[in-house]
């Protein structure tokens, strides 16, 4: 099964490297929580991996870099896991429910940071559930235009 790393780390794009300083607010690295998902997916779960800090995310604030798991991926030989997708405060705002008291195993989200920064990735700025979705459509269309055998 192919990891959904990729998926969503130079998705969207913005210029600029990150500094490593968290900010302080409700969210800190290494909470997990429960959020809004979508139908279908219902008890998955996000981890905040690392927040990040930089001026060229004035407007949208610190970079919540987060993975997901638990997600559904009808007829797609994934294993329902983002490794890395980074958000915007006001996204998480939008999801999340509760912190999760979950002990869920994630996967190991520096790679596709790593990625991200090399990418120089911008942010989620929609839902969780929508960049979820977005993640699914784009694998979608890379499938349909991976010639078989690859």
């Not at 996967?107 to 090399?118: L, M």
Request: proline share 5%; with cysteine.
């Amino acid at each position: 099964m192919r990891h959904l790393g990729l998926a969503c780390f130079g998705l969207v794009m913005a210029a600029g490297a990150m500094a490593a300083t968290p900010t302080v607010d409700r969210y800190a690295e290494g909470q997990v929580w429960e959020y809004q998902t979508r139908p279908g997916d219902q008890g998955s779960l996000l981890k905040i991996q690392k927040i990040e800090v930089s001026p060229q995310f004035t407007k949208s604030g610190p970079v919540y870099h987060v993975s997901i798991i638990g997600i559904h991926f009808d007829g797609l030989p994934v294993n329902g896991t983002l490794q890395h997708a980074p958000f915007s405060r006001a996204s998480l705002d939008a999801s999340v429910t509760k912190l999760s008291a979950s002990k869920a195993e994630f996967p190991d989200a520096n790679g596709g940071i790593a990625e991200w920064r090399k990418a120089q990735g911008g942010v989620f700025t929609v839902t969780v559930a929508e960049a979820v979705s977005f993640a699914e459509q784009t694998m979608r269309k890379q499938m349909s235009t991976t010639p078989s055998g690859s």
